[in-house]
Every structure is written in structure tokens, then in C-alpha cells.
């Protein structure tokens, strides 16, 4: 880092990102060289200004902050991350061994300083490889993988990748694969198959329900047993979608969510 550590802040509320800028101003080797307000203007600026370290907010409206990791390991060098976070306690222990570190909010100006060094040590004792390393372990925590996933979708005449965290569930019908997230269903490439989204989706919590549909099962909202032998799972899509696991995958399901 070379004595300064030039950082980028990231949060959707603009007095959050105040006050941080604020506490920072104490310290003198920290340069705040940008800020973003979403995770897609956060991509952007990391991009562009290529930071040694980025205050990340989780929680925002779209995609979230782990949708940024993901993009941030195509980079070189790549930054190294800290978490400022509302989170409770459970999904802070999840990511308490993987990120450099993580802040409570309101931040806590003694809380902050002991970040910092935390971050001052791990640049001096890794280097940029130790950053790219720290990404790697807290994608793999979260679910994510290195190789930057994701789902090409039409919408408006356009091309957009969405994260497959965003995803609820594929849906193969009119002889097409759609994309459902909370609220929009997207049309998928031509050629992507459910079969293909598979084998690229390995890693991630994804689970053939039966054979025209591929549902996320960390938005699976209720299950329940079914006719037949089947069960009916509930989306948490916005609209409570409910899928059906085939007889043959019901032990595949309950294997899957430890039931």
C-alpha cells in the first residue's frame, strides 16, 4: 500500500456514508479516493479507481454487497474488504473468519481504529495475494464462487447478468429458460438449458425440483408434503410461487436441506 491506503466507501444512505468519510478523516494514511451508493456503482468505482481497501455495506436495495465481491475478483490487484454492516450476530459469526473484518453500525470510532489496524497488518503481511485469497474464502462462505458466476437475461432490448443469488428459480417453458427473481421473470440466452445452468450453477444452492424447473434453496420459503408422493415448495419471490418437487427428488431435497 505504500503508506496510504486508498479506500472507497460503500452505502446506500448518504449520512452512513458521512459519517464513516468523517470517522476516516482521523486517520491520516487513509484516502478516501471514492464512493458508491449501490452495488452497481460500487463495481463501477472499484473499477475505476482500483482501491487497497473498500468499507462495504450489505444490505442495500437490488443487488446486495456480496454481489460486488464477485465482480472485485476480476480485478488486479484486488482490494481487501472490510464489512460495515447492521447484520445481526448470526450472519456476522458466518463471515467473522473470512473478511478482513467487519464494523457494526453506528460505527464505533475505537472499533474503526482496531479495523484499520487489522488492515494495515494483513496488506503488510500478504500482500495483494493475500487480498485475492480473503475474497476467494468469503465468496466460498457465501455461497459464492471465484469464477465470478453469472446469468445472462434479456431485458428491454438489452443484455443484463444478474447474480445467482438473486435468482428464486428457472423456469423451462415455451421452450425457453426464464429467470424469476423478486418480482421480474427474464428470458434467458436461447441456447441455455436447464441441464447447462446445472453444471454452471455448481457451488451454489441450486436444486432440480423436477424437470422443467431449478429452484434456489436459500428462497425456499415453506415446504410441505404433496399428492402422489410429491411436495410443494413456496417461493420467496414476492408472489409466493409454488413449485413442485418430483416423487423421485424428494430425498434428494430433504438430503439437500438436511431434513
Known sequence: MNGTIRTILVDDEPPALDELNYLLSAHP????????????????????????????????????????????????????VVFVTAFDEYAIRAFEENAVDYILKPVDPRRLAA???RVRKRAGADGESGAGEMLRRLLAGA???PG??????????????LNPRE??????????????TRGQVYPCSCDLTLDRLEERLEGFPFFR???????????????????NGKYVLTMNDGAETEVAVSKGRVRAFRDAMEL
Open 115 to 117: 479495523s484499520l489496524d
Open 143 to 145: 455461497g459464492l464462487k
Open 167 to 180: 435468482i428464486a428459480y428457472f423456469n423451462y417453458e415455451n421452450r425457453r429458460v426464464h429467470a424469476v
Open 29 to 80: 494514511d487513509v484516502d478516501v479516493v471514492g464512493t458508491a451508493a449501490s452495488a452497481a456503482e460500487a463495481a463501477r468505482t472499484i473499477a475505476a479507481k482500483r482501491p487497497d481497501l473498500v468499507f462495504l455495506d450489505i444490505q442495500m436495495p437490488g443487488r446486495d454487497g456480496f454481489s460486488v465481491l464477485g465482480e472485485i475478483m476480476e480485478l488486479e490487484p484486488q482490494p481487501l
Open 148 to 161: 465470478v458466476t453469472r446469468i445472462s437475461v434479456e431485458h428491454g432490448g438489452r443484455n443484463i447478468l
Open 209 to 227: 425440483a423436477n424437470r422443467s424447473q431449478l429452484v434456489n434453496l436459500a428462497l425456499v420459503r415453506t415446504y410441505a408434503p404433496w399428492f
